[in-house]
């Protein structure tokens, strides 16, 4: 595989877990194997709001927020490397919601970046999430 | 120096540039594929577009710049910083003040000769 395909693959699977997770059609038992184990120790993880999250703070949010949301759907777009130094990559996607209960906008769409290490899994070291540009947004499809 | 202090160094240098009406100091802080991403705004790449963005902005207003690091993640020569940004913008034809704040990003990356240049710089708004 390449680069790209290992990087969109993991973004993929990912957001697919969280709308399992959120929508509780996964075993509760799957959010470390699935998600936390790919975190970095010093994983910061930042919304479109602004907020410092740690790994720690991930988890907690997560825990409480198990099948609260069975109406949460997300799908990803875009993924594009920006920068490969060595075993790390920068890369942005896009990310479309609906039915995001805990958004302000129940259909939003953000853009993101992640550091990751590319290791056996991937390892997630920075996420990012900004709102997308409104005219993109708009012209986009929320029909998934 | 430590790794913070050198980060803290290049980032005054972009901001001295920015205050200065300096936008060459500014490009060279920057790695050459610098990419730019502000909250609702197109994605940017290279250090053209840095010059495209702010030479607008410093025509505009009197500008000055600051920057508090919150986190420091430091994998070995590459270094992603998050803080806050706040300024403040002094427009040049009102005389209005802005004082523009949020959450900013920045990522750096060693060249060889070991300066640190910026390859990240993204935003969120508001004062979260």
Same mark, same amino acid.
């Given at each position: ?8 693959? =993991?973004i ?10 959120f ?5 509760r ?7 936390l ?13 602004g907020h410092?999250? /740690? ?20 799908? *990803? ?6 920068? =490969?130094? #060595? &075993? ?15 958004? $302000?906008?129940?259909?939003? @769409?953000r ?9 056996d899994?991937?390892?997630w070291?920075?996420?990012?999430? /900004? ?7 708009? $012209? ?5 | 120096?430590?790794?913070?202090? =050198?980060?803290? $160094?290049? *980032?005054a ?9 300096? *936008? =060459? ?13 502000n909250e ?5 790449? #290279? ?7 702010y030479?607008?902005?410093i @025509?505009?207003a009197?500008? /000055?710049?600051?920057? &508090? ?37 920045l990522?750096y ?5 070991? @300066?640190?240049?910026m390859?990240?710089?993204? &935003? ?5």
């Amino acid at each position: 595989m390449t680069t790209l395909q290992i990087v969109t693959k =993991e973004i993929v699977d990912l957001h697919d877990f969280f709308t399992e997770w959120f929508n509780g059609t996964v075993e509760r038992d799957q959010l470390e194997p699935r998600f936390l184990s790919r975190l970095d120790e010093n994983v910061v993880f930042i919304p479109p709001e602004g907020h410092i999250m /740690t790994g720690d703070m991930l988890k907690g949010g997560f825990d409480r927020g198990y099948g609260a949301n069975k109406g949460f759907r997300t799908q *990803i777009r875009d993924v594009t490397i920006r920068h =490969e130094f #060595g &075993d790390l990559v920068m890369a942005t996607y896009t990310e479309w919601q609906t039915g995001a209960a805990n958004s $302000a906008e129940k259909k939003n @769409a953000r853009l993101s970046s992640v550091l990751m290490k590319i290791t056996d899994p991937v390892t997630w070291l920075h996420i990012q999430e /900004t709102w997308l540009r409104d005219d993109l947004r708009e $012209a986009g499809s929320f029909d998934f | 120096m430590t790794v913070l202090e =050198e980060i803290q $160094a290049a *980032i005054a240098e972009w901001n001295t540039g920015l205050d200065n009406g300096d *936008i =060459e100091r500014m490009v060279a802080s920057c790695h050459p594929d610098v990419m730019t991403v502000n909250e609702r705004q197109p994605v940017t790449t #290279g250090t053209q577009a840095i010059r495209d963005k702010y030479n607008p902005r410093i @025509a505009a207003a009197e500008i /000055t710049s600051g920057y &508090d690091i919150e986190d420091l993640q430091e994998y070995g020569d590459t270094v992603i910083v998050s803080g806050r940004f706040y300024g403040t913008m002094k427009m040049r034809d009102t005389g209005e003040v802005k004082t523009p704040e949020g959450r900013l990003v920045l990522g750096y990356k060693r060249d060889k000769t070991g @300066a640190w240049k910026m390859f990240l710089d993204m &935003d969120n708004n508001g004062p979260a």
